[in-house]
Nanobody, 119 residues
Framework: QVQLVESGGGLVQPGGSLRLSCAAS????????MAWYRQAPGKERELVAH???????NYAESVKGRFTISRDNAKNTLYLQMNNLKPEDTALYYC?????????????WGQGTQVTVSS
C-alpha cells in the first residue's frame, strides 16, 4: 500500500517561511515526477511546483523566486521551501507523485497540510 504523508504546515506571519515535507512509503520501485498543489477555499486546486526525478523543476508564476521544490530520492521525500510568504499563499497544500509500484504506475495524493499566512 503506497502512502504519501505531508507535514510542515502551520500558521505564519506575512514574510515568514515554512518548509513542507512529503514522505512516500510502501512498496515502491521508483518515483517519477513529484509535485505540490494547493487549494484555497472557494478556488480550484492549482499546481504550485513540479520536479522530475532528475531534479529539473518548474513553478507557478505566483511563487517563482519565493518557493523552492526539491526531493531526496534516497528517502522518497519531497520538499517545498516557502519564503516571503503572502496571505494569498494560504491554502491546503497537497503532494502528488507518479509512483511505480508492484501494482503498476499511478498517481498518488497526500491528505494535505494547511498553510495559513496571517498577521
Amino acid at each position: 500500500q503506497v502512502q504519501l504523508v505531508e507535514s510542515g504546515g502551520g500558521l505564519v506571519q506575512p514574510g515568514g517561511s515554512l518548509r513542507l515535507s512529503c514522505a512516500a512509503s510502501g512498496s515502491i520501485f521508483s518515483i517519477n515526477a513529484m509535485a505540490w498543489y494547493r487549494q484555497a477555499p472557494g478556488k480550484e486546486r492549482e499546481l504550485v511546483a513540479h520536479i522530475i526525478s532528475g531534479g529539473s523543476a518548474n513553478y507557478a508564476e505566483s511563487v517563482k523566486g519565493r518557493f523552492t521544490i526539491s526531493r531526496d530520492n534516497a528517502k522518497n521525500t519531497l520538499y517545498l521551501q516557502m519564503n516571503n510568504l503572502k496571505p494569498e499563499d494560504t491554502a491546503l497544500y497537497y503532494c502528488n507523485a507518479l509512483i511505480v509500484a508492484p501494482s503498476g504506475t499511478k498517481g498518488y495524493w497526500g491528505q494535505g497540510t494547511q498553510v495559513t499566512v496571517s498577521s
